[in-house]
């Protein structure tokens, strides 16, 4: 995955996210469920922000952000998120992540190896954990419980 592209996204991968602070917006989702799976799951190369383009949506066609009334935000604001979901782990390593939504873990665990969030804000939620790794990763904004962290040095 090189972006994630909001234009190709669901009327159900919008959802509304509260940051911690009681700020509630609403994001254009990527989801991943890792079922269960350790280690199988690895992106490596950037991934980059597309927003949602007019021109590329029709008004009466089906499932889309435009024609789903449930839909209820301006979708040129929108910003896109992660959530990694299930039980295994997700792991990010020698990349940089540019979408401005939140990278959440909701189950499992999240690794960040070596890893430049520069936008997103890391969440640990509903018992995900994010595992950090390598003395190259930068990540500007972490919420979780104190339980669910873990720093890890290159060596380990």
């Given at each position: 995955?090189?972006?994630?592209?909001?234009?190709?996204?669901?009327?159900?991968?919008?959802?509304?996210?509260?940051?911690?602070?009681?700020?509630?917006?609403?994001y254009a989702f990527y989801t991943i469920d890792?079922?269960?799976?350790?280690?199988?799951?690895?992106?490596?190369?950037?991934?980059?922000?597309?927003?949602?383009?007019?021109?590329?949506?029709?008004?009466?066609?089906?499932?889309?952000?435009?024609?789903?009334?449930?839909?209820?935000?301006?979708?040129?604001?929108?910003?896109?998120?992660?959530?990694?979901?299930?039980?295994?782990?997700?792991?990010?390593?020698?990349?940089?992540?540019?979408?401005?939504?939140?990278?959440?873990?909701?189950?499992?665990?999240?690794?960040?190896?070596?890893?430049?969030?520069?936008?997103?804000?890391?969440?640990?939620?509903?018992?995900?954990?994010?595992?950090?790794?390598?003395?190259?990763?930068?990540?500007?904004?972490?919420?979780?419980?104190?339980?669910?962290?873990?720093?890890?040095?290159?060596?380990?």
């Amino acid at each position: 995955m090189a972006a994630i592209n909001i234009n190709r996204l669901n009327p159900n991968d919008i959802q509304e996210f509260d940051d911690g602070n009681g700020v509630k917006k609403y994001y254009a989702f990527y989801t991943i469920d890792t079922k269960g799976q350790n280690g199988g799951f690895a992106f490596t190369n950037d991934i980059d922000e597309i927003k949602w383009d007019e021109k590329y949506h029709l008004n009466d066609a089906i499932n889309s952000l435009k024609s789903d009334s449930l839909v209820n935000t301006n979708l040129s604001t929108l910003e896109a998120g992660f959530i990694k979901t299930g039980n295994g782990t997700l792991k990010f390593s020698e990349n940089t992540l540019r979408y401005n939504g939140p990278t959440i873990s909701r189950g499992g665990a999240l690794e960040l190896h070596n890893v430049t969030a520069e936008n997103t804000a890391l969440y640990a939620d509903k018992g995900g954990k994010i595992l950090i790794f390598g003395d190259k990763t930068s990540v500007k904004k972490i919420y979780m419980p104190l339980t669910a962290v873990k720093l890890k040095s290159s060596e380990s």
